[in-house]
């Protein structure tokens, strides 16, 4: 059974800082990739970044480019997402993604609140 364990977020003014973290275990594929999406309230979920594991390169949405920055530890099957230079606009449930090697299914972590006040 796949679990995720996200950690990393909370409250923090604008133009701060947060990293966000995520372990996978007991996958029984191969991840493809890992990444981030959000969820603001009232809004669809949306994709953030997103990490391939063979290659190591990261991906980003425009709305975030030049301020997130993601990372892997391959052999923990952890990803993180290092948020600099937060806006109110970030404000939203933040979800690890691991996407699998081959069917291309998503798995879904609980999500993890971030919350930026102005």
């Known amino acids: 059974q796949v679990q995720f364990a996200e950690s990393g977020g909370g409250l923090v003014q604008a133009g701060g800082s947060l990293r966000l973290s995520c372990a996978v275990s007991?996958?029984?594929?191969?991840?493809?990739?890992m990444g981030w999406y959000r969820q603001a309230p009232g809004k669809q979920r949306e994709w953030v970044a997103r990490?391939?594991?063979?290659?190591?390169?990261?991906q980003y949405a425009d709305s975030v480019k030049g301020r997130f920055t993601i990372s892997r530890e391959n052999a923990k099957n952890t990803v993180y997402l290092q948020m600099s230079s937060l806006k109110p606009e970030d404000t939203a449930v933040y979800y690890c993604?691991?996407?699998?090697?081959?069917?291309?299914?998503?798995?879904w972590g609980q999500g993890t609140q971030v919350t930026v006040s102005s």
């Open positions: 007991g996958s029984p594929f191969v991840i493809y990739a």
């Open positions: 993604n691991a996407q699998e090697l081959g069917t291309w299914v998503d798995y």
């Open positions: 990490i391939i594991s063979s290659s190591g390169s990261p």
